[in-house]
């Protein structure tokens, strides 16, 4: 059986960086949402949930890229052939941005969110949502120009 699947696979087996991503990812779309939360309520309760969460997402954000680097550089039998690098920048932007997101957390309550908890969150997503499509477009069939090389599974 042939099949063109878009699923990375380092030596016979499947990538895990991307399940410490998503869960990264999904801890950084959390923290706005409780953000916005904090914003038109001002309950302290959404504070201390945005404070673990950006925490939470920026922990397994770095652990999924010592993972990646790792089945990056030190596996070298990937089988998709197709240039990863704008994705890894954008992962390491939003990274970067949660960093700072979660430093700003750390003041007191309401200066902790707004503005500049709300704002730094907000670009984290954006850049997450880039991110997104920039896989999305390095996993797409010929006609976006990524080829994706077949291979016959066993």
């Known amino acids: 059986m042939t099949v063109a699947d878009p699923i990375v696979y380092y ?22 949402a409780t953000d916005i939360t904090y914003w038109k ?21 770095v652990v ?45 309550v309401w200066t902790s969110v707004v503005p500049w908890g709300l704002v730094l969150s907000a670009l984290c997503v954006f850049v997450l949502l880039v991110a997104a499509v920039i896989r999305r477009m390095e996993d797409a069939p010929v006609a976006s120009g990524v080829i994706v090389r077949e291979e016959k599974l066993e």
């Open 64 to 108: 999924a890229l010592v993972i990646g680097l790792i089945e990056t550089f030190a596996i070298r039998t990937p089988v998709i052939d197709a240039p990863t690098w704008p994705y890894g920048v954008a992962l390491f932007v939003a990274l970067v941005l949660a960093f700072f997101d979660m430093m700003v957390h750390t003041r007191d």
């Open 41 to 61: 309520t001002a309950d302290y309760f959404w504070v201390d949930f945005s404070d673990w969460l950006v925490s939470a997402g920026f922990v397994s954000g």
């Open 11 to 32: 030596a016979g087996r499947r990538a895990i960086y991307p399940l410490f991503a998503a869960f990264a990812a999904s801890c950084l779309v959390a923290t706005l």
